[in-house]
């Protein structure tokens, strides 16, 4: 191993760029070269690489986004492509791989590997969806589970001076932490998730109670990918039936994604990306890093990538404490 490479693909998270300065100056402190891919999988067809030292990572630890960017790239599902990212990572002597992302960054990774088994590859899992296997937290999801908590709390004040139901929708296509964290620690009302069945009747039945009691306030919040639909969808459904709330409707979007990454979130990342490095050193790969019980865990590609179970103690929990 001579010299390592380190990319990040998929949606940009909070601590990536924590993580590639960990590996590029684990790299260094262990007398590798280390390099920079741009564009994720885009940068391997173009050539978009550079080397790195550790100027090059300077006062980026504290930054959100990535200083490697990140992009789509169809070519590399083909076999020329990954042919054409093949001959530009051995003419630039790249012999191992950080990838920074998820699942599909893993399922390309693992591929790769297939038809190319000379260059190694270690992940490190960046997502704020925190739903991979094998860690029991991904890059990104601690600064947006707090991200989507702040916007919560600020929302709440309104909605108490004024009466109003809210529904609050939250990234997670297909996994629902971020709701189901941010829904419980900003105490919502009812918190609907893609894992769960969602009851709009019972939902309806809740909220008619609260009224009924006087709470002056109800939060809802939403995971973008719940089957009854979006935070407007369900909130449609629900004024046909409670005329009688005022309601509103709020999309937090991308915020979830940007922002300073936290103080754990850091630490974490730093771990995860010296780990990564020292296991390409140590001669593994088509394995990802991850962190359980504060111990560093190596688990392979084809499992990671199967999403974690939400956990049943949170969802009965919401129904204890709403």
Same mark, same amino acid.
């Given at each position: 191993?001579?010299? /390592? ?31 920079? /891919? ?21 006062? /980026? ?60 590859? %270690? ?7 925190? *739903? ?20 919560? *709390? ?136 991850? /962190? %359980? ?24 929990? %919401?129904?204890?404490?709403?």
């Amino acid at each position: 191993m001579k010299k /390592i490479a380190v990319f990040t693909s998929g949606g940009d998270s909070p601590g990536m760029n924590a993580c590639i300065r960990a590996v590029v100056r684990t790299a260094l402190h262990e007398g590798l070269a280390a390099a920079g /891919i741009c564009r994720g999988y885009q940068g391997f067809i173009d050539g978009d690489m550079y080397d790195m030292d550790h100027h090059s990572v300077s006062n /980026i630890i504290q930054q959100g986004g990535t200083i490697l960017r990140s992009a789509r790239c169809a070519e590399f599902r083909t076999p020329e492509g990954r042919r054409k990212a093949y001959e530009n990572l051995a003419k630039f002597g790249i012999d191992g791989i950080v990838a920074i992302g998820g699942d599909g960054t893993f399922t390309g990774a693992h591929i790769f590997m297939q038809e190319y088994p000379d260059i190694k590859f %270690v992940g490190c899992p960046g997502t704020i969806d925190n *739903d991979l296997m094998g860690t029991d937290y991904t890059i990104g999801y601690d600064t947006a589970i707090n991200t989507a908590m702040e916007a919560i *709390d600020k929302i709440r004040d309104t909605a108490s001076a004024h009466d109003r139901l809210f529904f609050i929708e939250v990234m997670g296509r297909d996994a629902g932490f971020i709701a189901m964290a941010a829904g419980i620690s900003t105490g919502a009302e009812a918190i609907l998730v893609p894992e769960t069945h969602t009851d709009i009747e019972g939902l309806i039945e809740k909220l008619e109670w609260g009224w009924k009691n006087k709470k002056n306030s109800s939060i809802v919040v939403v995971a973008e990918g719940d089957e009854a639909g979006g935070a407007h969808k369900i909130a449609e459904m629900v004024k046909a039936r409670l005329d009688h709330y005022e309601i509103k409707v709020s999309i937090l979007g991308h915020i979830q994604r940007g922002g300073r990454p936290t103080c754990m979130e850091r630490v974490r990342a730093s771990r995860m990306g010296a780990a990564a490095t020292r296991a390409l050193i140590e001669g593994k790969s088509n394995v990802m890093i991850g /962190i %359980v019980n504060n111990e560093i865990v190596y688990t392979p590609f084809g499992q990671c990538i199967k999403h974690q179970q939400m956990d049943s103690n949170l969802v009965e929990m %919401v129904d204890l404490l709403s």
